[in-house]
């Protein structure tokens, strides 16, 4: 866990003293909506179908048992008892009143959590791989300048009004669990041929209306150089991002009408001038930054306990062990992964009460730490593997042990048009049926991994283009229909999903998403071959044959 | 459904009434015939012609302390009278989502 500073708590606090005032004069009139809107925005407040939403931000995912505590108090007391996990290691809540929005943001900053930038045109929360620092193999732990991104962007005054929004990502680990090639820049740790470590800095990655993977603009950023640079990327974005049309303002806009190679040549010309300036990180900030981070103290424990091996004859403990607990760095140790997917609830979603039994699990078996992935999923990320069990029990009575992470029924999805001004249609539904079809555990595991990925609007918020099975809510004439694609994926290999084929409308989604899963298991060259693999090899149109020649 | 965020030209074929949400707590309101705002579409104003849409439009616009992010929705009016949302998203936001929520009021 980072330990914020005098400095951090005292920035939070003044935030929300001013956002009380402000509301304050937005309630009095005294500032009209068109004053107040970027205002609230900045604060993480927008207004929905049927409320405002608060969206609350989790820097690169991880949670301390207290803040988790203070969420849920916040979901039952200024909302309606629960909050919804995001694609980008936020929390949301549906249902918050403005007027009680500056006491849920003073209760916040009482365990340190904000909702600064989680809007805007600025730069959004710093996210990273929820295994961040227990990853086995891991370069090392990518929070540490995840955190010196989060201060170094915080109110950066350059760049509150940049053309559109901006989002980092982070990884340190071979495999890719933050989808950094879908972000403004992605940043992968890794060493150099000097056996230096530092970053590969790739840019202009995104989805929405406009999907790009991100490129690799340099292979090898050193860490004391890395301000500098992302600063010349924002500096020639902040120049040369259009501000005229919403729709290409995004960085990857920038990136694409320009080339890669003229965008770069850019940025080394901005870089040239501000490379050896005040932004040159010493290792004693870096150190200082680092030392605020408390890791728990490990204790000496085998590998495979007798509690362990005792609860290997239970099917339903293995089903759950399986799909669930990752190995840890440390001997003894794993990392558990609490699905937020049950069969017919909407993904992402926890109950307050959810959130506080989770809290005191996490004491009792996890340090008191709780980390959020962009899957929608949370993980308990230092589990004795003894008490994996007795963890496992205790997840079960609260609905948080169901056995289907990276399944099928593991689908990413945004709230869609049951909560979104922008959404076309709906995503929920969709998502519930799709979980009761795949409820089936012996199936599910027979499928394999296979990430279906809902949106309801072309903004793309439930990542629908990198979905093995990508689902687009989109309106044909009024009714709601949705264009399905195949062979996405968000990981290292990130690529964009195909169509396969028409748009079909919402009472036959289901039964097509079935088809196509029927069609993979039909074409995979073996059982180890995965969807995305089969999709792959073979390309859409075994697909769309099997699937579309009879509608 | 297509959002109705940017309306910029108004015309509107059928019954039509403006939709907004309350300042202080965003719930879904409805402009009334007393310039006033409710949350029950039955009480809303009900327009016929572009020309009345964008009068009622204007007179809510300029009522932000009262209700934010107002526009035109169409309505169906049945016989009888009732008023029933013209589309699926007015449908959800006058009648609340279309799934169970995690926690029942």
Known sequence: MYAYDELDRTLINERVSEFRDQVKRRLSGELTEDEFKMLRLQNGVYLQLHAYMFRVAIPYGTLSSRQLRQLAHVARRYDRGYGHFTTRQNIQFNWIKLAELPDALADLAEVGIHAMQTSGNNTRNVTSDQWAGVAPGEIEDPRIWSEILRQYTTLHPEFSFLPRKFKFAITASAHDRAAIKIHDIGLRLHKNAQGETGFEVMVGGGLGRTPFIAKTIRPFVHGSDLLSYVEAIMRVYNQYGRRDNIYKARIKILVHELGIERFAQEVEEEWRQIRDGALKLDDSVVEEIRSRFTYPAYEKLAHMPDELRKAAHDPHFEGWRRNSVFPHKMTGYAIVTLSLKPVGGPPGDATADQMDALADLADKYSFGEIRVGHEQNLALPHVARRDLPTLWKALDKIGLATPNVNLVSDIIACPGLDYCSLANARSIPIAQELTRRFSNHDTANLIGRLHINISGCINACGHHHVGHIGILGVEKNGEEFYQITIGGRADENAQLGSLVGPAVPYAEVADVIEDIVEAYLALRANPDELFVDSVKRLGVEPFRERVYATR | ?105
């Open chain 2, 1 to 105: 459904m297509t959002s109705p965020l940017e309306q910029k030209k108004i015309k509107i074929t059928g019954p039509s009434v403006v939709t907004a949400n309350r300042t202080w707590d965003g719930i879904v309101v409805y402009r009334t015939p007393e310039q006033g705002w409710s949350a029950k579409l039955a009480d809303a104003a009900i327009v016929r012609t572009s020309d009345d849409a964008r009068v009622l439009l204007a007179e809510s616009v300029a009522d932000d302390v009262g209700a934010i992010g107002a526009y035109i929705a169409p309505v169906e009016v049945r016989d009888g009278g009732a008023i029933k949302p013209g589309n699926l998203r007015e449908q959800i936001r006058s009648a609340g989502v279309t799934i169970g929520l995690p926690v029942q009021a």
